[in-house]
């Protein structure tokens, strides 16, 4: 149990509920103790991994008692869960922000939104571990989560296709999600590809990759013949 230097429990002072303590409401109290966790439980799932990891060793990186713990989250794998969400969060909100400085412009779109996400997830590897690594095989529904976060992105990109097939600079299909998942799985693989290298390619290369690999996939084969969707 974390104490602090008077021997009292950090997190005590939520026994006391609506006291104000150092300056901070106990909702405000609250809330930064669960940041606290997940902030732990980012460095150390990120860094030692998930299943090195014990609960009292979370709550020696946040400061916080263990009991503290238990107040925000049921076990590791809902702590895990919760940091593999902001961290898709994160990532979500940099590829939009990208696309949307892109303006309409497809090429830009695809490079600048492709650019975003590898930055984010790969300038700290710490992201990449735990949304491409630790979150793998932990449970059923972790991993139920897992795959429908991975359709969230395919929707995504698939958008994105339709949006620019839409103004005329690739061809219209009836549903471009098939495609968009392939793709998404592909990066994700050349993420884990990346963590695992002796000497990982320098990340504009493989952003410059990534890039082509989508713009080839939108633009579709040279013949004609292979763009018509196939009967159901």
Known sequence: MVRSVTGRDLGDE???PGRVYGGRSAEERH???RAALVEAGFE???????????????CSQARLATRNF?????????????????TIAEATASVLAA???????PWARVQQGVSAFVHTMLD???????????????????????????HTFADLLA???????DAGFIPRRRSYHVGALALVGGVNELLVDWLHADDPLPLDRLVAEIAQLFLAAAAGPPDRRFLADPED
């Open 124 to 150: 700290d590897a710490r992201r990449a571990r735990i949304v491409c690594l630790q979150v793998v095989g932990v449970s059923d529904d972790l991993e139920r989560h897992r795959r429908q976060v991975l």
């Open 31 to 33: 809330t930064a103790r």
């Open 99 to 105: 696309l949307e400085a892109a303006g309409d412009d």
């Open 14 to 16: 939520a026994a006391v």
């Open 44 to 58: 150390l799932y990120g860094t030692a991994g998930y299943r090195a990891v014990t609960i009292e060793r979370i």
């Open 159 to 165: 958008n994105e296709a339709r949006r620019t097939a």
């Open 70 to 86: 238990y107040e925000h989250f049921r076990d590791q794998e809902a702590l895990l869960r919760a940091v593999y969400d902001r």
